[in-house]
């Protein structure tokens, strides 16, 4: 491998990316996540959203997409070598914070009760897919 491909991860139980990306990249001990959504792996099933004929969403459940993320990002490191306690920093994508923040949050704070690592949620108004949370993260790795 060349020196430029032989820190890349890919997570065999994370969903696959939807353009040319990794799933993480290692530089020295920290680990850099591409942004990672609610899909699950070999589907285009997305947890907790319900799409019409054309793609569009008709309904969806914030906490079911914000568990499948989770997950997603839990797979991820562990794949790659770190661990849910290893997060240092999290950025948040919600496409609808005034609906979706409150509920969000709560199971934010399930999730990271003993790993307090930084945090900045902004919202954006769509996604590459019809998902409502996407995370950014960054751990660190032995």
């Known amino acids: 491998m ?3 491909t032989e820190n890349i991860i890919s997570s065999s139980k994370a969903p696959e ?3 040319l990306y990794p799933h993480a990249r290692k530089v020295g001990n920290l680990l850099f996540l591409s942004g990672v959504g609610p899909r699950e792996r070999g589907t285009k099933k997305i947890p907790g959203v319900e799409l019409d004929e054309n793609g569009n969403i008709l ?3 914030i906490e079911t997409q914000c568990r499948s993320v989770f997950q997603n990002v ?3 490191l562990e794949d790659a070598g770190s661990s849910w306690d290893k ?3 999290v950025t948040v994508f919600l496409t609808n914070m005034k609906d979706d923040f409150q509920t969000y949050n709560k199971i934010y704070a399930e999730y990271f009760k003993d ?4 945090r900045t949620t902004v919202e954006i108004n769509c996604l590459p897919t019809p998902i409502a949370i996407e995370l950014k993260v960054i751990a ?3």
Do not use: A, F, H, Q
Request: negative net charge; charged residues 25%; glycine residues 4%.
């Open 2 to 4: 060349s020196e430029n």
């Open 17 to 19: 990316p939807v353009g």
């Open 59 to 61: 309904s969806y459940d």
């Open 74 to 76: 839990r797979y991820i």
């Open 87 to 89: 997060i240092v920093d």
């Open 115 to 118: 790993n307090l690592p930084c």
């Open 140 to 142: 660190t790795i032995d």
